[in-house]
């Protein structure tokens, strides 16, 4: 069963819970790509949104309503990325901006 709640708190159960695997959220904009965050024992190790990546990615999060966000374990990341912020200030930013998603299957 789904349930709306902060991003922020979704992405610190993850990283709590040391997860490996990813975080496929939809952008409430109708767009047809998700927005996909990749753990590695609990860290973001990837994040991209279409043709955005990482860091670039992480700066548009604020220009979007977020949708529904599913979890599939054990999904391994296409890359591990180098220029993202500690998972932590991640967490803190998406936390600042009050974005909310309808989570299933975490």
Known sequence: MAALRAFADVLKDLHDAKKNGALFVSVAAASENLVRFYF?????CHLSYGPARDQEC?????????GKAVYFEGMKP?????????????IEKLKKSGKQVDITGV
């Open 40 to 44: 590695k024992d609990g860290e973001i």
């Open 58 to 66: 992480l700066d548009i999060l604020d220009c979007y309503e977020m």
């Open 78 to 90: 296409p890359a591990i990325s180098s220029d993202l912020p500690k998972t932590e200030a991640i």
